[in-house]
């Protein structure tokens, strides 16, 4: 039974989802939103599984706020906590990824449609790529929240996006729509990124957690939604930006896209 089995889930008559569950893998990518949860008060946190849930209010919309950590499994197991245990009816997850879509720059945001393992292979028994036993390989995001969350970074980058790029010295930021792979490996030289882009033609942007907390969502027919800024290219000098980009500006961008989502999903 859930913890939170008692809580709320009146959607004020508009069919919009309630309690939202948002993750990110690394603190950065959260921006101020625990913050801003404490602010408005009566914020608890719950440690399970060695994580710290936060539970409250952000922007006027009941939220439960965790960091998943990096890497597949570590995604899987929050989402399914945020399911099981906080009894969530949505979740949202931010961060960083490295662009491999052509014209996908530093800086611009990329809204997943649907995931995918790239990593995943268990051929011969099954397609490349398709989980086993699901009969797919790709994952849907939920088009209304995928859709609010990308109306999100469009008023985020027509407010701020010209101030970040004079700032950051890269070109004005845009946001995309598309497919978001996912799997174990930073993915860090120019070479991986060819072989990707050929091997997945319509992938425009490569992290490592989104597509396992798709598939849990999937099998729970929970929504969810996808949102990742462009830290690096995914080459040979991923590391060096990314590292650069998640300390100066993966917060501005997670704390703004948020803010935004949120307000207009609590009046939606």
Same mark, same amino acid.
């Given at each position: 039974?859930? &913890?939170?089995?008692?809580?709320? @889930?009146?959607?004020? $008559?508009?069919?919009?989802?309630?309690?939202? =569950? *948002?993750?990110?893998?690394?603190? !950065?990518?959260?921006? @101020?939103?625990?913050?801003?949860?404490?602010?408005?008060? @009566? &914020?608890?946190?719950?440690?399970? =599984?060695?994580?710290?849930?936060?539970? =409250?209010?952000?922007?006027?919309?009941?939220?439960?706020?965790?960091?998943?950590?990096? $890497?597949?499994? %570590?995604?899987?197991? #929050?989402?399914?906590?945020? *399911?099981?245990?906080?009894?969530? @009816?949505?979740?949202?997850?931010? =961060?960083?990824?490295?662009?491999? /879509?052509? /014209?996908?720059?530093? /800086?611009?945001?990329?809204?997943? +449609?649907?995931?995918?393992?790239?990593?995943?292979?268990?051929?011969?028994?099954?397609?490349?790529?398709?989980?086993?036993?699901?009969?797919?390989?790709?994952?849907?995001?939920?088009?209304?929240? %995928? +859709?609010?969350?990308?109306?999100?970074?469009?008023?985020?980058?027509?407010?701020?996006?010209?101030?970040?790029?004079?700032?950051?010295?890269? !070109?004005?930021?845009?946001?995309?729509?598309?497919?978001?792979?996912? /799997? +174990?490996?930073?993915? #860090?030289?120019? #070479?991986?990124?060819?072989?990707?882009?050929?091997?997945?033609?319509?992938? &425009?942007?490569?992290?490592?957690?989104?597509?396992? &907390?798709?598939?849990?969502?999937?099998?729970?027919?929970?929504?969810?939604?996808?949102?990742?800024?462009?830290?690096?290219?995914?080459?040979?000098?991923?590391?060096?930006?990314?590292?650069?980009?998640?300390?100066?500006?993966?917060?501005?961008?997670? #704390?703004? *896209?948020?803010?935004?989502?949120?307000?207009?999903?609590?009046?939606?």
């Amino acid at each position: 039974m859930s &913890m939170d089995s008692h809580h709320d @889930d009146s959607d004020n $008559g508009s069919g919009a989802v309630r309690r939202l =569950g *948002i993750l990110a893998a690394l603190p !950065q990518e959260l921006g @101020d939103l625990v913050e801003a949860m404490r602010a408005e008060g @009566d &914020m608890r946190t719950v440690t399970l =599984g060695r994580r710290d849930y936060h539970v =409250g209010t952000a922007h006027g919309v009941p939220c439960v706020v965790t960091l998943a950590r990096v $890497g597949k499994v %570590a995604a899987a197991a #929050s989402a399914s906590a945020l *399911i099981h245990v906080f009894g969530v @009816d949505a979740v949202v997850f931010t =961060g960083v990824a490295g662009g491999v /879509g052509q /014209g996908v720059r530093v /800086g611009d945001i990329v809204v997943a +449609d649907s995931l995918l393992q790239h990593d995943l292979d268990a051929s011969p028994l099954f397609p490349r790529y398709e989980v086993p036993l699901l009969d797919r390989a790709r994952f849907p995001a939920h088009a209304p929240l %995928a +859709d609010a969350l990308a109306a999100a970074c469009e008023r985020f980058v027509t407010d701020e996006g010209k101030t970040l790029a004079e700032r950051f010295a890269f !070109q004005a930021p845009r946001v995309h729509r598309g497919l978001i792979i996912s /799997g +174990d490996r930073f993915v #860090s030289s120019a #070479s991986e990124v060819r072989a990707l882009a050929q091997a997945l033609p319509e992938a &425009m942007a490569v992290e490592m957690e989104g597509a396992a &907390m798709a598939q849990v969502c999937y099998e729970h027919d929970v929504p969810c939604a996808i949102v990742r800024t462009i830290s690096d290219t995914a080459d040979d000098h991923a590391t060096a930006s990314f590292t650069t980009f998640l300390t100066d500006i993966a917060s501005a961008y997670s #704390s703004g *896209i948020l803010r935004r989502f949120l307000a207009a999903y609590a009046i939606a």
